[in-house]
């Protein structure tokens, strides 16, 4: 006696699939989304430590180029002193955009002494970036001191602006990592 058995038929097994696909599709195309949005938060808040990493460093440079480096009493724009530093000759002065080496660790660095070294001439930004040696391009891991690469998908570019002349200048820090940002932080530097 022959035993018939029951089997999917091809139809049936073109169908399972198809519904299959369909499912495969929707769960993907609501996971691929959700999972680039939670790297979002990743990002923000490392770019918010660079930031602020920055942000200390700039900060505690002098106002200006014309001014007592070491927080005396001698401000640029008063009577019986030097001007300010015209916003047309912002950016490093002589060598100090030229790396310079850390004695103790080795690594080099840019000894920028006032807050219009970081940025560009007349209102211009210089972009920090990992790997960058150009014109308008400067090397991130010397200005953060990073030879690990924490910041190795990250652009910085910062901009120096007087706010009120020779009173109040304004540093604009847009950071950018891989497709995450621009994430955009300021902060002032007054002539005290």
Not at 25 to 38: A, E, F, G
Not at 62 to 71: L, M, P, Q, T, Y
Not at 157 to 166: F, S
Request: hydrophobic share 40%; with cysteine; charged share 20%.
């Amino acid at each position: 006696m022959l035993i018939k058995t029951r089997g999917f038929t091809l139809i049936e097994s073109v169908i399972a699939i198809v519904i299959l696909a369909i499912a495969m599709l929707t769960i993907t195309t609501m996971l691929v989304p959700s999972v680039q949005r939670s790297a979002e938060p990743q990002y923000q808040v490392r770019a918010a430590a660079l930031a602020e990493t920055l942000f200390n460093q700039i900060l505690s440079r002098s106002f200006d180029e014309n001014s007592a480096h070491d927080g005396g009493l001698e401000r640029c724009g008063e009577t019986g002193t030097l001007a300010c530093t015209a916003i047309s000759s912002f950016g490093p002065d002589g060598a100090e955009g030229t790396p310079a080496t850390d004695p103790d660790s080795g690594l080099l660095y840019y000894d920028f002494n006032d807050v219009d070294d970081y940025g560009a001439a007349d209102g211009n930004s210089i972009v920090y970036r990992p790997d960058c040696n150009g014109v308008n391009c400067r090397e991130l891991n010397y200005l953060v001191s990073d030879p690990d690469g924490t910041y190795e998908n990250f652009t910085v570019a910062i901009t120096v602006t007087y706010e009120q002349d020779n009173i109040l200048k304004k540093i604009q820090l847009e950071i950018a990592a891989a497709d995450h940002g621009p994430y955009i932080f300021s902060a002032f530097r007054g002539n005290y």
